[in-house]
T-cell receptor
Framework: GAVVSQHPSWVICKSGTSVKIECRSL??????MFWYRQFPKQSLMLMAT?????????EQGVEKDKFLINHASLTLSTLTVTSAHPEDSSFYIC???????????????FGPGTRLLVL | AQSVAQPEDQVNVAEGNPLTVKCTYS??????LFWYVQYPNRGLQFLLK??????LVKGSYGFEAEFNKSQTSFHLKKPSALVSDSALYFC??????????FGTGTRLQVFP
């Protein structure tokens, strides 16, 4: 149980285009999902908290207009990198918490990540 | 402010030997503590967590961790390392919030 998927696993795009990354909880419902960014040989940086049916909460320094987050259902959150530039190249990881099953509510389960390369 | 420290960037151990990956934390109350493992180009896999109760927590793949409140530590251990345990290990905490605060990670290298 507690499987989180991400699609695509990797993407290459031209500078100026937009890229959408999907995060799905496959066997549980998640009212809250999280989006992280990881630079090479560094820890995970929380970008935003995605709440089903409401606006995402962004961490300080993260541009909400550049990183659009939509959490339309209890099993799907999407991150859209708008007008991507080479500096947006990174490894993006989502996570989700099982909202209803004790004792899993305290644990975040992570997707496999999406590697984005902007040329 | 809450924080997590992993003082070792890398830990090297011979296969079959016990391993320890260190983690200390700073928080004013009682945290939830987690260990995750990351293989190359992959997301994080949950290993174990401490919420409350027994200080010794057993997790996946034979790993365990001991919560030590007086030393504010949550070291990850395994009695006998495998080459396949080689990966990047992250300690994390959450406290009164949904958010996870991660340490900087420790790369474990197990040599045959």
């Amino acid at each position: 149980g507690a499987v989180v998927s991400q699609h695509p696993s990797w993407v290459i795009c031209k500078s100026g285009t937009s890229v959408k990354i999907e995060c799905r909880s496959l066997d549980f419902q998640a009212t809250t999902m999280f989006w992280y960014r990881q630079f090479p040989k560094q820890s995970l940086m929380l970008m935003a908290t995605s709440n089903e049916g409401s606006k995402a909460t962004y961490e300080q320094g993260v541009e909400k207009d550049k990183f659009l987050i939509n959490h339309a259902s209890l099993t799907l959150s999407t991150l859209t990198v708008t007008s991507a530039h080479p500096e947006d190249s990174s490894f993006y990881i989502c996570s989700a918490r099982d909202s209803y099953t004790f004792p899993y509510q305290e644990t975040q389960y992570f997707g496999p990540g999406t590697r984005l390369l902007v040329l | 402010a809450q924080s997590v420290a992993q003082p070792e960037d890398q830990v090297n151990v011979a296969e079959g030997n016990p391993l320890t990956v260190k983690c200390t934390y700073s928080v004013s109350g009682n945290p939830y503590l987690f260990w995750y493992v990351q293989y190359p180009n992959r997301g994080l896999q949950f290993l174990l967590k401490y919420i409350t109760g027994d200080n010794l927590v057993k997790g996946s793949y034979g790993f365990e961790a001991e919560f030590n409140k007086s030393q504010t530590s949550f070291h990850l251990k395994k009695p006998s390392a495998l080459v396949s345990d080689s990966a990047l290990y992250f300690c994390a905490l959450s406290y009164n919030t949904d958010k996870l605060i991660f340490g900087t990670g420790t790369r474990l290298q197990v040599f045959p």
